[in-house]
């Protein structure tokens, strides 16, 4: 069964460093998201994607966030210059049409230093 | 104050019963309703929706509820299992025109389930 992968699973960076957190979501899927999840809390929506440029995105999506298609298969959020609090899971999803189901990766797991 | 809330943070049930996890919403716009399941370091995992159109919902072991009157979903689990362990999150959609069909999430319910 198709599945969105994320890489990596765990990544430990320095305040200020700048990450990238990759995603590969399904093959045949047209729109897609990013999320986070800090511990113990809700599932907060970051930024839509669709046909190579951002559809949505939420208040926690400043100018340090971005996201990028760089090819046929990969879907990525970049965070320029990393924070103590955007220690997080970042979920990716994805979805086949405008009004279907997302589908999740497993996480990164960021942790800020 | 959270648009999308669980009564119970947490509910322990044995194996084999049958178990209720509820949801409030506070989006009388919200059209479109999913629960899903998130294990332990992974992803949430969609389980059943249900449209505004109707109010219940049934899939293999799993019925969902929709009350509009009151803004409520619940989760039915028949039969639970050890592997029914979970964090359960609702989330409430506004798929109309002009809806941004962006999933807002309650905070979850850990289902523990006791062999």
């Not at chain 1, 729109?31 to 599932?43: A, N």
């Not at chain 2, 798929?95 to 289902?111: C, K, N, Q």
Request: net charge negative; proline share 4%.
């Amino acid at each position: 069964e198709p599945e969105v992968t994320q890489t990596p699973s765990h990544q430990v960076t320095q305040m200020g460093q700048e990450v990238i957190l990759r995603c590969v979501p399904i093959s045949n899927h047209l729109y897609f998201y990013w999320y986070r999840q800090i511990l113990g809390q809700k599932v907060e929506f970051l930024v839509s994607f669709y046909n190579n440029e951002i559809s949505e995105k939420s208040e926690i999506f400043d100018d340090q966030f971005s996201v990028e298609r760089p090819d046929g298969s990969n879907f990525t959020l970049k965070i320029r210059s990393t924070k103590l609090e955007d220690s997080a899971m970042y979920f990716c999803a994805s979805m086949v049409e405008g009004r279907g189901t997302q589908y999740f990766g497993p996480g990164t797991r960021l942790l800020v230093l | 104050g959270e648009s999308v809330g669980l009564h119970l943070p947490t509910l322990s049930v044995q194996e084999g019963d049958n178990s209720i996890i509820n949801c409030a919403y506070s989006n009388s716009a919200s059209d479109y309703f999913i629960w899903y399941k998130q294990e332990s370091g992974k992803g949430p995992q969609f389980i059943i929706d249900i449209r505004s159109n109707m109010d219940k919902r049934q899939g293999q072991r799993v019925t969902v509820l929709l009350n509009k009157t009151v803004k409520h979903l619940s989760l039915q689990i028949a039969a639970t299992q050890p592997g029914d362990s979970a964090v359960y999150f609702c989330a409430e959609i506004l798929s109309s025109s002009g809806g941004s069909y962006i999933p807002t999430f309650g905070r979850g319910t850990s289902l523990i389930v006791h062999p």
